[in-house]
């Protein structure tokens, strides 16, 4: 397929990056089960070796099947380029790692996945990275909090799990100002219902583990590059705008231009960080996302039914979801992800703690997992779970207490899933 800028979105992710095989004129793209890939004579390998010509090498760096995956996402986002990996977050420290140096920071919202918080609490320490989570609702304080040794902001669009969206324009103005990459976590709404990059994000991450595959099969990652950022105009980035010594003495911003970030991610990151996706995963997740759009549509279909549903039930205390009209986040999900606001939600319930236990121990259709986005219901009890190692005052800042429950609705019938819900929560308050 010619790169169009026409084609529709539902076009797009069945299309996007994929052709019919070379070799064999199979239709579905291949899975390319190979670790290496024959080199026509010497002077290509070497060619190939000096990143002087496109190719495939050793699957640790590129591999077919995984290369049509980069660019769906990357054109389904609207970015330039795209480098899959291993899991979400394993896409997070690929996309900190040519940004960040020892004494280098990140400024984050305090409303990120529990297990990202962790990474950046305390993971990224050894590294000599920290992280300045800030409540990025306050421009002011995401302001102060950027110093001369801060190398991105990072936020989520829809945040998991507390049903809150940011403001990605606002965010992006601040770190243009500050001259320094935005990075949105693009888990939880996809690029079917928001686009970061044309909001501002410099770059976009994502776990796609979740919708993306959308049946919980494989784990994955991915970071798409804008290709917007001028990594020369500042001394910050070295890695990009300065000669590389691994690579003797290349710059990547002046050879590669936009695409420097993507050629880094692969050439430097994954060469040696090695956090590869493997050809079936990027298989798994190519088959969800070419009915990306059909599922998204039904999972807030069915988001809003039962969330509107579960506000009215006399168990509940409120609803944490911003495609509900009480949300104080509806009119901002309007503009950031106009075609719905995700699936996510969180739900209270009046029974506190014990009564969140028994209502995850009583659902039928709803699996109790640690996981979300899946064509299956999922429910999880956030702080004895996923958000257990945070500090209380972390958890309520994640939307994450000990009241509450995170449900990741499905595409099941709404009616189904509701009967559900309301046979669990009577058991848990009898
Ligand atoms: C799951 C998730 C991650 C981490 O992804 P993995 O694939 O589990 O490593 C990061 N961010 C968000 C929003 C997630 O939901």
Redesign the pocket.
């Known amino acids: 397929m010619s790169d169009g800028p026409t084609y529709g979105f539902d076009t797009l992710q069945i299309h996007a990056g994929a052709r019919p095989d070379p070799a064999t004129g199979a239709r579905q793209t291949p899975i390319y089960q190979t670790t290496a890939y024959v080199f026509r004579d010497a002077e290509h390998a070497a060619a190939l070796f000096n990143l002087q010509e496109v190719g495939f090498i050793y699957s640790r760096l590129t591999n077919p099947t995984v290369a049509v995956l980069q660019e769906r996402i990357a054109t389904l986002e609207g970015g330039v380029g795209a480098v899959c990996c291993?899991?979400?977050?394993?896409?997070?420290i690929m996309a900190l790692f040519p940004l960040m140096g020892p004494g280098c920071n990140v400024v984050a919202s305090t409303r990120?996945?529990g297990?990202?918080v962790t990474q950046f609490s305390q993971t990224i320490k050894r590294f000599g990275w920290s992280a300045r989570f800030v409540d990025t609702d306050d421009l002011d304080a995401v302001r102060d909090a950027i110093d001369e040794n801060t190398r991105a902001v990072f936020c989520?669009s829809i945040?998991?799990p507390g049903g809150y969206v940011t403001d990605i324009r606002a965010l992006a103005d601040i770190s243009d100002s500050a001259n320094i990459p935005l990075i949105v976590?693009n888990?939880?709404a996809t690029p079917y219902l928001c686009n970061p990059i044309s909001l501002g994000a410099t770059l976009v991450?994502?776990?796609?583990?979740?919708y993306l595959t959308g049946n919980g099969t494989v784990?994955?990652?991915c970071i798409v590059d804008s290709g917007k950022f001028d990594w020369s105009s500042t001394d910050k980035f070295p890695s990009l705008s300065q000669p590389e010594p691994a690579y003797h003495g290349l710059k990547f911003h002046e050879t590669f231009g936009p695409l420097a970030f993507t050629f880094h991610g692969i050439a430097i990151g994954l060469r040696d960080l090695g956090m590869t996706m493997n050809p079936q995963a990027a298989h798994y997740t190519l088959m969800g996302i070419e009915t990306l759009s059909l599922r998204m549509e039904r999972h807030v279909e069915n988001a809003v039914r039962v969330a509107n549903w579960l506000e009215g039930h006399q168990h509940v205390d409120y609803v944490t979801y911003a495609g509900l009209a009480s949300s104080p986040y509806n009119d901002r999900a309007a503009k950031v992800c106009p075609k719905g606001a995700g699936a996510l939600f969180t739900v209270a319930l009046k029974g506190g703690y014990e009564a969140c236990v028994k209502f995850v121990d009583s659902l039928e259709i709803f699996s109790h997992v640690a996981?979300?986005?899946d064509t299956r219901s999922l429910v999880i009890h956030s702080a004895s779970t996923t958000h257990r190692q945070l500090t209380p005052e972390q958890q309520e800042a994640a939307g994450a207490g000990p009241n509450v429950v995170r449900i990741s609705i499905g595409i099941e019938n709404a009616e189904d899933l509701m009967a559900d819900l309301d046979q669990a929560l009577n058991k848990a308050h009898s």
Do not use: F
């Not at 291993?86 to 997070?92: I, K, V």
């Not at 991450?205 to 979740?210: A, E, I, L, N, R």
């Open positions: 291993s899991s979400g977050h394993a896409a997070q990120l996945y297990g990202t989520e945040a998991n976590d888990t939880s991450v994502h776990s796609t583990t979740k784990t994955g990652g996981n979300l986005g």
